[in-house]
């Protein structure tokens, strides 16, 4: 039996390198010196963090009742570990209020482990948006699927999204020093890896062996985006199969060589300075907050512009796709429209557990790679 138990809960955000540090656990390959770990997921556990939010946004007691009743069952599986650690993590906490999430967590989740740890990774706010529209658009996000760079990101700013300070602030008065903020910036990163990143300071130091290659969820070019999105245009599903149709194509395109061109998706300077205008307040605050003064997130804000397209680039598929292509992703679209009509199949969860078979199918490769 385990003398302390360490819970650990990574919250995310969205666009950290969640996915990396998911597979890393998923797939076994994370090593500690002396203690044991338990990961009690196929993959994320978003499943469980959009419970969470069920419980916060029910509309009859009944709906509350039965999202408790997945969060409680949940809480009683780990309360049965016996390993020195136990990780959750899910980037859907982004979205969980953290006065739901300590309500949740103070009934069900107190006394699973001696001490509690909380790390969320925050990506600078230009990358975020950036890596935002490419998501949503990955995803086929309705409006965002069809917005322009601008229109998303003013949509982004009237919704208060990644005006970050007011949101960890909370979860640093909630849960004082076992709620840790890590910046999403490289350079920042121990070893420059957000998986070695999140095993250092998950861990308390403890020295940690990743075995194997992190990579995961990497970007799609701009052609290759621009693929997905006429399949997603031509789809006519539901938000969640379009969601992991999504998502299963682009691992496809991840299998494939590299498309040729492969265009970085970029933003252009006028807007670069639109959002540097927006977020450089919450920036300081964050950096004061979080990061010792040290002026990371600002700083990455004026990077962003130096970095940024002279011009705008065209975000419309027949600005970079021949009509033979087109025509040819029309075609695929309406194939796969066929296929999803097909009755009695829960394509989310089909897709998904194809997705898991996968991940666990690699790590079964040999290797002779370790960090």
């Known amino acids: 039996m385990a003398q302390h138990k360490t819970l650990i809960f990574h919250l ?19 090593q500690l010196q002396d203690a044991s ?5 196929d993959l994320a556990m978003n499943a469980m963090a959009r419970n969470f939010s069920a419980y916060h946004e029910a509309k009859t007691p009944g709906d509350k009742a039965k999202a408790e009743a997945r969060i ?65 658009t990955k995803l086929g996000v309705v409006p965002a699927m069809n917005d322009s ?46 998986v070695q990143d999140f095993l250092h300071h998950a ?7 990743l075995i194997g290659d992190e990579a995961a969820n990497q970007s799609l070019c701009l052609e290759d985006l621009m693929r997905l999105k006429v399949v997603q245009r031509h789809l006519t599903v539901s938000a969640d199969v379009r969601h992991t149709i999504g998502w299963d194509i682009m691992h496809k395109f991840a299998d494939m ?13 006028s807007l670069a300075k639109d959002i540097r205008a927006t977020y450089l307040e919450d920036a300081r605050a964050l950096d004061k907050t979080f990061f010792g003064k040290a002026p990371l997130m600002e700083r990455e804000l004026k990077a962003a ?8 680039q065209r975000l419309e598929p027949s600005d970079h796709l021949a009509p033979e292509e087109l025509r040819s992703l029309r ?29 666990k199918n690699r790590a079964l490769q040999p290797s002779t790679e370790g960090v």
């Open 12 to 30: 995310g955000d969205c666009k950290t390198g969640s996915t990396s540090i998911q597979t890393a656990f998923a797939q076994e390959r994370v």
């Open 37 to 41: 770990v338990t990961y009690p997921a």
């Open 72 to 136: 409680a069952a949940f809480a009683k599986r780990l309360h049965q570990a016996d390993s020195d650690f136990i990780v959750i993590s899910a980037e859907d906490f982004e979205w969980v209020p953290v006065s739901v999430f300590q309500e949740l967590y103070s009934r069900y989740f107190t006394g699973i482990a001696d001490e509690l740890r909380l790390i969320s990774y925050v990506r600078p706010h230009a990358a975020r948006l950036l890596s935002g529209y490419s998501e949503r």
């Open 149 to 194: 760079m601008e229109t998303f990101v003013e949509r982004q700013k009237d919704r208060k999204l990644f005006f970050y300070q007011p949101r960890f602030a909370a979860w640093r008065d909630a849960f004082g020093d076992a709620f840790q903020l890590r910046p999403m910036i490289p350079a920042q990163l121990h070893q420059g890896s957000v």
């Open 203 to 209: 861990f308390g130091g403890l020295p940690t062996k």
């Open 257 to 269: 060589p590299p498309a040729n061109p492969a265009t970085k998706l970029r933003l252009h300077k």
């Open 305 to 312: 512009i130096k970095n940024a397209a002279d011009t705008p």
């Open 331 to 359: 075609l695929l679209a309406k194939v796969i429209n066929g296929l999803l009509q097909e009755k009695g199949v829960d394509w989310p969860a089909a897709l998904h557990d194809k997705r898991v078979e996968d991940i």
